[in-house]
């Protein structure tokens, strides 16, 4: 049972444009949600996250939109650059349970030039 | 990666030999994890920790074994390694009051 499901599996977008990556998840007891960046060869980094208490967190061209009563949350990059092109994962995690993370699959942007 | 490093970054191991990773710390955080990443799979739980002596099994720990003595060590051992444990292994720490995990530079390990 995967509980938390990540789409597309992969996307591409030119430069300047918006991309968007959709998760969904099962668990109600989720109460953080984090998204991670990875780059080839390195680990995961912490991008930006958001708990369910508010529908929107905004870091510079990044943003998180979240949906409590669909259980679903998406990231939005906006004017996407080449820079960006990189695998994003979603996450979930109870604090109250080790805060043990659960992630999608992954999805690979390329931002064309 | 500030704060965490795994060693080895690269291993060649033969089928049914054992194998140790290492995690260290220097963040002195209370919980550290053991993922590993698989094309398709995303990130998968192997074990974690949320203390010295207090560890617990993930979703994939079969084959998987983890102890940790010191706050700044968590160390993952595959006790006789096979080819389906050929991966790349995080290890990922995380505080108190963070729930954001920092991720170390990753393990490649190659069963032949």
């Known amino acids: 049972q995967q509980q938390v499901k990540q789409s597309p599996q992969s996307l591409i977008v030119q430069k300047g444009g918006i991309s968007i990556i959709n998760c969904a998840y099962e668990n109600t007891a989720f109460d953080y949600f984090p998204w991670y960046q990875q780059f080839p060869g390195k680990g995961p980094a912490l991008l930006i996250a958001i708990r369910p208490d508010v529908s929107e967190k905004k870091e510079g061209r990044f943003t998180i939109s979240f949906n409590k009563s669909a259980k679903q949350f998406s990231l939005h990059i906006m004017d996407s650059q080449p820079g960006d092109s990189a695998t994003y994962f979603c996450a979930a995690s109870r604090g109250t349970n080790a805060g043990k993370s659960t992630f999608g699959d992954g999805t690979t942007l390329t931002v064309k030039p | 990666d500030a704060g965490i490093t795994q060693s080895p970054r690269h291993k060649v191991t033969e089928t049914g030999t054992p194998v140790t990773l290492r995690c260290h710390q220097t963040e002195n955080h209370r919980y550290m994890y053991w993922y590993r990443q698989d094309p398709g799979h995303g990130l998968r739980l192997i074990h974690y920790?949320?203390?010295?002596?207090?560890?617990d099994k993930g979703e994939v720990s079969d084959g998987y074994s983890v102890s940790r003595s010191k706050t700044e060590d968590f160390l993952l051992t595959l006790e006789s390694a096979t080819s389906s444990q050929t991966s790349v292994y995080f290890c990922?720490?995380?505080?108190?009051?963070?729930?954001?995990?920092?991720f170390g530079s990753g393990t490649r390990l190659t069963v032949v």
């Open positions: 920790s949320y203390g010295v002596k207090d560890t």
């Open positions: 990922a720490i995380r505080g108190q009051t963070n729930y954001g995990y920092t």
